[in-house]
């Protein structure tokens, strides 16, 4: 469909981004792809603009998408680079196979992409040839292993450079921690939870605009605690105020907060305060 060659591997391709040959208008609006998906694209500038500031990258940057993951067709100019693509079967008995889910960047969308410095870029580019090279030897009982270590190196690499963005963009990240704080508040005080129940990080990452896990990953960084630990956190704190100002029962203030059950809500308390609602109640008495 994309006009390319055989792949030189049943299993695991890089192809140039410059040799494909197809009009965008013949392309599905969306599409699933059944493998992992990393492409380096040399025109993903970092101008992409959040809320009133704009990323400073010219560099390009990696965008990537796990198997069965929902694509969309999208207007962009062309660009160049490549992409690796992984079927899931290269990886299944290596080590690889089982971690691969723990690299959170797979789960981000294509606007929290990696944005690399130009020394980035060489590295990147560098252990993009190293795959390529390998590829293009005759294929042995070593093969297999040369390029999932490299594919690890990528990832590795690709881990510490997140972690740098979270860092060397921490006016972005912080305007996103402070909407984030603002956003609790208003669930809280709105009396949401005894509507919606429990806020949910699925929830509070649709209303940033961000990935669940991307926000996670982004509070982690800052924080040292993921956007679960942060929903707790609030809901322990605005527990507090209410068990300390009001005279309702455990029973009333673990609904108004959204909480089915009571013993759920004690017991989170209770993990959090080492207090149980009545014990930290009664010091208020």
Known sequence: MLGLPKPLHP???LVDNTTIAI?????????????????????LHGKIRYGQNYYDFDEGGLVFTSPN???????????????????????????????????????????EALHLSDKEKQIIISVFNNIEDELETSIDEFSQDVIISQIELLLSYSNRFYKRQFITRKAVANDLIEKLETLLNAYFNDEIPLLKGLPTVQYLSEQLNVSP???????RSLTGQ????????????KAKEILSLTNLTVAQVAYQLGFEH?????????SKTNL????FKQTFN
Do not use: R, W
């Not at 290269?90 to 981000?108: M, P, Q, T």
């Not at 896990?213 to 509070?219: A, Q, V």
């Not at 149980?276 to 014990?279: F, G, I, K, L």
């Open 213 to 219: 896990k991307y926000l996670s990953d982004m509070l």
């Open 226 to 237: 993921n956007a679960q630990q942060h929903i707790h956190n609030k809901l322990i704190e």
């Open 69 to 111: 993951q929902l694509l969309a067709t999208t207007d962009d100019t062309e660009y160049l680079g490549h992409t690796l693509l992984i079927h899931p079967d290269f990886i299944l008995n290596h080590a690889l196979g089982k971690n691969i889910k723990n690299y959170g960047f797979f789960s981000y969308s294509v606007h």
């Open 276 to 279: 149980t609602p009545v014990e």
């Open 11 to 13: 299993l695991v391709s």
């Open 262 to 270: 009571p013993q759920s809500f004690s017991k989170l308390f209770k």
């Open 23 to 43: 009009n965008k208008q013949d392309l599905p609006a969306s599409f699933l792809l059944n493998f992992y998906k990393i492409s380096y694209k040399t025109g």
